[in-house]
């Protein structure tokens, strides 16, 4: 799609939309006597207001994501981002959304809250991409579509090509959740992002960055999307205290982290599929495994009864019989798997 014709999608009040001018937009220089926020000007870290637009944090982002500042929006964890979706792009009552599912819960919430019809088409047993069924129930209100790669919770990425294939025959916003993007073996779809100008690309600093207490959600797009999104986002949105520790803990090299669990989840996936009880361990590109087991409840509640803590899907539709277990430390892993294992 061209990007003027992706503005054509944008609601008419926000294209119209006046933003809140924040005294820190009017005066950029660091230095200085402020007297124009009405702050307390006795220094403690925190008497300030952050700087709206958080360019020291997305210029260290944009350093290790290869993706420019302009690119990019910060939001308080990625259910801001997706929160803005709707609120740019979709007129509550009128427009309409479609998603996969089983798939992340906070589409259909958001959906939900905007007044925004939300249609999902059913994954396969397979978990496998599902772009003819996504795109026969589009209609001329359908604004975006929600995909995400690596799925949460199947764990599968979704081949490159079959979704490139969509957003290019797709006449709306192609919204692709990259949650769980670094534990993954193919590419992230920012590689793509300047030719494909329907498309968002979100991220997080929650799981593989291990951010997820500061909660920093990051969407990626054409620069023009991105200035909607700040103009509608609530100005102060991310706080000095968040951004100066999400500053320090990404000086921190994640790769062996990232490694270690990536080995990890091979190691627990083949020890699980030896195991009497355990019917299948699906394929994943994530951090966690989706395994369906012989009593998922029965299970759950043993794991429960040592203290550990899996998230039971088995009544999610597609899920049937399912456990979805994140892949922890070896010995955290170690004593999962001992349970299982010594299990009826
Ligand atoms: C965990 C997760 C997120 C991250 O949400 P935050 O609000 O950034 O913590 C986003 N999408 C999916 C699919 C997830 O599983």
Known sequence: MELNEVLRLVRKNIISLA????????????????????????????????????????????????????????????????????????NPGKDNAVAITPSYGMYRVAADINDVEFREVQLDGEFSFPGKEVLDLCDENTKLVFFCSPNNPSGNSFPMEQMLEFISSFKGIVVVDEAYIDFAEQPSLLTVLPKYKNLIVLQTLSKAYGLAGLRLGLAFADAEIMSIFAKVKYPYNINIAGMERAKELLARDVKSEIELLKSERKRVAAALKEMKCVQRVFPSDANFLLVRVDDARALYDALIQEQVIVRDRSRLKGCEGTLRITIGKPEENDRMLAIVKDWK
Do not use: H, W
Request: aromatic share 14%; net charge negative.
């Open 19 to 90: 933003p809140y001018s924040t005294a820190r937009d009017e005066y950029k220089g660091a230095l200085g006597v402020f007297l124009d926020a009405n702050e307390n000007p006795f220094e403690n870290g925190y008497n300030r207001y952050p700087d709206p637009r958080q360019l020291e944090l997305k210029g260290i982002i944009s350093k290790f994501k290869g993706v420019a500042v302009e690119n990019m929006f910060i939001g308080n964890g990625s259910d801001e981002a997706i929160d803005l979706c709707y609120r740019v792009f979709c």
